[in-house]
């Protein structure tokens, strides 16, 4: 390996939303995340609906069930 092109590879603390922490090695000294396999529900057996910065609405409001349209509406256009 090449010397002086690789970052440096130092200990790091990852926090997660729910309060957890760890310890690991990265090349960042801290990493935030949401989610860790404490909280996660494919861990923990439980749904939870984690949304972030609204994408579940967002989802809901361009692909959500809406209503049928009229059978006379359709068929006049």
Do not use: N, W
């Not at 949401?34 to 967002?58: M, N, W, Y």
């Amino acid at each position: 390996m090449k010397k002086d092109i690789h970052p440096k590879y130092v200990a790091c603390k990852v926090t997660c939303g729910c309060g957890e922490t760890f310890a690991t090695r990265a090349t960042k000294a801290e990493i935030p995340v949401e989610i860790c396999s404490k909280c996660h529900p494919f861990f923990t057996g439980k749904q939870k609906l984690v949304d972030t910065a609204g994408r579940v609405e967002k989802f809901q409001r361009r692909y959500g069930k809406r209503p049928a349209a009229a059978p006379e509406a359709a068929a006049q256009a």
